[in-house]
């Protein structure tokens, strides 16, 4: 009995466990696979978020351009719909995000807003059979602006926007302004420059169709000179 | 070597060793790789900003004032510097081949012309457009 008491609490050679440096060099591998690991998913995830954000980036800017190549001028004119301002560009376009360039005309509004540090996108359906005698205070701009129903796309396309400023060319001075009390204008050249929290700033230049990129000014040829 | 018994379990220096170096040359391998993603995630930025940039000097081209602008002639291709410098796009403008027939723009401009745009990171767009130089003569 004793003998086997003994037996069990004394280790025997086949029974030899962990010495502390098998176990410190054990943790030492398993902390470096552990990080290693860690790095790579870290930096994997980044670099994958990183693209996204740029393509998306890139896409929605591609939408913007042909958003106000797409202007509809005469609609503008016609329902007084347009708003130049220096943090609000609202204007009517035949490119829509909900149907493309193939659906109705509408309402598109361009607003920055300071407190979510966003460009946020509007978007109000002027729809097509609209009666020639309907009152324009039907078409009312600020209505539209903060109609939820129906077929009504709001929603955030820049974040982390710390200022943004629109601007508008003026033909006449050339020269840019921020806003224009002309609710039926429409500007040939917009531009938007944005400073984003990270201190890099972008300018974007967009060119309705109004812009007549390649005609130049009567009597200014400047091959003949 | 000395050749381990059969009642000696664990592991010799040299398998730690090897397992080491292996997570090690593994470590080496991947982590700069994993590194080259996010370059090229930047890179990737950089070349839409830059196209954008391209764009946004077409938008510009309507701003364009001939009359102020400055035109080198190099042979038969003219360089458009607007004075202005809110359109700061040197425009280089050359006819329009048509049917392998290549006439000098200097002999006669061509209804429709190239006109190139240099970008900041050596993108070029080129668009056809109505003639902006006339002939010289």
């Known amino acids: ?225 | 070597m000395t050749r381990r018994a059969p009642h000696q379990s664990g592991f010799t220096l040299a398998e730690v060793m090897i397992a080491i170096v292996v997570l090690a040359a593994a470590a080496a391998v991947l982590l700069p790789r994993a590194r080259g993603l996010l370059d090229y995630a930047e890179r990737a930025r950089r070349h839409y900003a830059a196209a954008g940039h391209v764009l946004d000097r077409v938008a510009l081209l309507s701003t364009l004032d001939l009359r102020t602008a400055e035109v080198k002639r190099d042979h038969d291709v003219f360089t458009v510097t607007p004075k202005d410098s809110n359109t700061a796009l040197p425009l280089q403008v050359s006819n329009m081949a048509v049917n392998g027939s290549d006439v000098p723009i200097s002999e006669a401009p061509s209804p429709f012309q190239y006109i190139a745009i240099q970008g900041d990171l050596g993108h070029r767009l080129t668009l056809v457009g109505p003639s902006l130089i006339g002939g010289s003569r």
């Open chain 1, 1 to 225: 009995m004793r003998t086997t008491r003994a037996a069990t609490h004394r280790r025997s050679k086949s029974e030899a466990g962990f010495t502390l440096i098998e176990v410190v060099v054990a943790f030492a591998i398993a902390a470096g696979t552990i990080v290693l690991g860690v790095s790579l998913y870290r930096i994997v995830g980044v670099a994958t978020q990183s693209g996204r954000t740029a393509e998306r980036d890139w896409v929605t800017e591609q939408f913007l351009r042909g958003q106000v190549e797409a202007a509809d001028a005469n609609s503008m004119i016609r329902f007084a719909l347009g708003r130049e301002r220096a943090r609000e560009f609202g204007f009517v376009t035949r490119r829509s995000a909900q149907w493309g360039a193939s659906g109705p005309p509408v309402l598109a509004i361009w607003r920055y807003d300071s407190d979510d540090a966003s460009l946020r996108y509007h978007e109000a359906q002027i729809a097509p059979w609209w009666p020639e005698d309907r009152p324009p205070a039907d078409l009312d701009y600020e209505e539209m602006a903060v109609r939820t129903h129906p077929n009504v796309w709001d929603g955030r396309i820049f974040s982390d926007i710390d200022s943004l400023q629109f601007g508008y060319w003026d033909e006449r001075t050339r020269n840019w302004t921020q806003e224009s009390p002309d609710p039926s204008h429409l500007a040939a050249i917009v531009r938007m420059s944005v400073r984003h929290v990270d201190g890099s700033e972008r300018t974007f230049v967009f060119a309705t169709n109004e812009a007549s990129s390649f005609s130049s000014r009567s009597g200014s040829s400047p091959g003949a000179r």
